[in-house]
């Protein structure tokens, strides 16, 4: 095809400039005509050209800078409108994305209707950006803060996959594998299935495979072939291996808590269980508030198809968190006069979590508690998974305020957690060989994660956690759903390890390394952790009464104390199973907080504080920080007090709150001391 000549219409495309360079674009064109001109006469026969001048060649040379210039302003220019419209655009988004409500989202109406039911407003953040994905086929890798409501955001798009095929083809099959560390969570989330399919029961069949049945009740169970199995992956695998359970036709795998199943020393079982899946692959969803790089790899290579990211991370202003942490540094034994005091005075006001470093110490700190007449019941893993479960529904229902609960992780698998240590240092890749100790704890056991607690006002690390991923999870049992939370941690210094032997453990070590490594992740969140300082004067006139009780509580009374509850407990699992089925609303008489009337010395003088001892100026006696409080009144006082202040009209007996640091209400500090 002859090549088209540039003819006298053929203008050269001008770059359309901003008024400002108005006077460039002028002198621009005229030299451009000129230029023109010059090309035309090139355009033309070559006849013999009269050499440029030495002046011409330099013009030449300007203009070709001039033009360049002028195209790099424009790019820049175009660059900056580019960011401004994306940055409006995302903020619009944002805006929108915020205003989303569940139907939006492409669920199943009778799914809508059910989280209508459980009084969900709205989406959290997690559920608008993971269910979307999820419903679109998508593998979702997603990190997001505890309580954010993950298990909403994979639960409902399996449901809703299932229900739109079983629209055409309603052949029974197991189509859904939920994969949770614990049993107790697979209890959780096996209610929570059962609660978003309340209205489709009769297409959505579902079975947790953690509950003390024999194998051959499970054999009967999964011979109808529920749709979703709720599981751990020691239990999975083991049905799976078995034959009972088949995964052949499985379309969605999720892993809670996606971390720990690797860790918790599963992968053995995880390996087995991606070898059995089909080969096709199936959609995987993988949920955690900690994933570290590492183990995102693991997972990947286990069972993902380049799956989308979601590293979601809610920034909250100071005001607007609600979630207020705080640290003591303290010496070993101090830990305990600190806890006697705010459980005994009252400080902090609702249900609390303790966590201590192992179950010794849990029996210890609740025998200590009963020397005061403080109940307090115990979680740990030598509890049949009925009690457990049993706990903390009545722990939720109210009907007691303290558990106490050890993070057997960092006793069971330690060696694991060193690795966890090296890992978050950078060290090292972690094994993820957790070594299965056998013996009677449960290897499912596990409250720190995913446990939704109603209400928890405050944990308190009695004992720091041996990691800070531990830490986020504790403290993630409250401020949970957007409610408020209090978290208390004691640090033993460096420097007062080891020095009160009694109450000493190797763990204490560490303290100051695991703070700071959490202060640092803290930070990575725009939140921090305020120092919390008990006046050490005032605390010493209960100093003698705490060494009392410690020294009553014996090593002999603690093993008593864990054999008499654990033969209780036995007991009441399996009177629980049938006593509960018989009168299911019949929770209270099998309180789990009783006292355990071991052959421990009782000292009927520590049960209540008498006056003499209490500060004369109120808590603010017993801490440094000068906050609002409300002064201690003896018996009696009330009716004069109430007498004086009720005569302004006011209420009386209340100190007026004042804010704490950061403008929240400092909840350690403004709760009434009720004897
Ligand atoms: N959209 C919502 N609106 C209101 N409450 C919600 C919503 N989604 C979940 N919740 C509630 O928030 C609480 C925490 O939900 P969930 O246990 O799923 O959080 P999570 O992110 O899994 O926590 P964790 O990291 O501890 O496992 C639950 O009580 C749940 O009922």
Sequence with gaps: MAKRKLNETDEPSIVTEP????????????????????????????????????????????????EQQLKDEQKQQDEKDEKKKSQKDQKKDQKDDAELTFSDLGLDPRLVQAVAKQSFEKPTLVQRKAIPLALAGQDVLCKAKTGSGKTAAYVLPVLSGILKRKATDPTPFTSALILVPTRELADQVHKAIDAFSAFCTKDIQSAKLTDNVSDAVLRSLLANAPDVIVSTPARAWHNIESGALSVAKLQYLVLDEADLVLSYGYDEDMENIARSLPKGGVQTTMMSATLVSDELDTLKGFFCRNPTMLDLKEEFSAEDEKLTQFYVKCGEDDKWLISYLI???????????????????????????????????????????????????????????IIIASDERSEVFLEDEKTEEKKEDGEEKKSGKGKKKKGRRDQEYGVSRGIDFKNVAAVINLDMPTSSS???HRIGRTARAGRAGIALSMVVPHDLFGKHKPTSIKQCEKDEKVLAKVMRQQAKLNRKLEPYNFNKDQMEAFRYRMNDALRAVTKVAIREARTRELRQELLRSETLKRYFEENPNELSHLRHDGELGTKMRQQAHLKHVPDYLLPRDGKNALTESQVGFVPFRKQGDDKKLRGKKGAKGGKGGHGKYKKGPGGRKNVLKTFRVRK
């Design 343 to 401: 459980f005994k005075l009252q400080l902090i006001k609702g249900p609390c979590l303790v966590f201590v470093a192992d179950i010794d110490r849990a029996y210890r700190l609740k025998l200590f508690f009963e020397q005061f007449s403080i109940r307090s019941c115990v979680l740990n893993s030598e509890l049949p998974i009925n009690t457990r479960i049993k706990i903390i529904e009545e722990f939720n229902r109210g009907i007691y305020d």
């Design 470 to 472: 531990s830490y986020i």
């Design 19 to 66: 008024q400002t360079q108005k006077k460039t674009k002028k002198s621009s064109t005229e030299k451009k005509e000129k230029k023109e001109k010059k090309s035309k006469s090139q355009d033309v026969k070559p006849q013999e050209e009269e050499p440029e001048t030495q002046e011409e060649q330099q013009q030449t040379e300007e203009e070709q800078q001039l």
